[in-house]
């Protein structure tokens, strides 16, 4: 069983930005790819980002590629979303997931585990 605890969330303007944080129990962390995922009001969750268990793969939705960059310290247990040139299109709740595998994917059926969301609001 894993546990993932979101933090980092906020208001900020168009153009800041945020890093957003996700602890995980247990002590398989560095086994398991991690992921962001977010879901606007009214929309679908869609994917941000994820990146592999040893962390030196990573893949991005095109809506964030040069803008957002994941990074995981395992020892520490906690992958990271850092975030810049926000936009307010970018206003969502955030969930960080994890995957029993190496590999990073992009498909939300393919994680196991789910945290309970970070709200980032960007105002124009």
């Known amino acids: 069983q894993v546990q993932l605890v979101e933090s980092g969330g906020g208001l900020v303007q168009a153009g800041g930005s945020l890093r957003l944080s996700c602890a995980a129990s247990g002590r398989t962390f560095s086994s398991y790819a991690m992921g962001w995922f977010r879901q606007a009001p009214g929309k679908e969750r869609e994917f941000v980002a994820a990146i592999s268990s040893s962390g030196k793969n990573s893949d991005f939705a095109d809506s964030v590629k040069g803008r957002f960059t994941i990074s995981r310290d395992n020892a520490k247990n906690t992958v990271y979303l850092q975030m810049n040139s926000l936009k307010p299109e970018d206003t969502a709740v955030y969930y960080c997931?994890?995957?029993?595998?190496?590999?990073?994917?992009?498909?939300?059926?393919?994680?196991?585990?789910w945290g309970q969301g970070t709200l980032v609001t960007v105002s124009s």
């Open positions: 997931a994890a995957a029993n595998r190496r590999f990073r994917t992009i498909l939300s059926n393919d994680y196991d585990y």
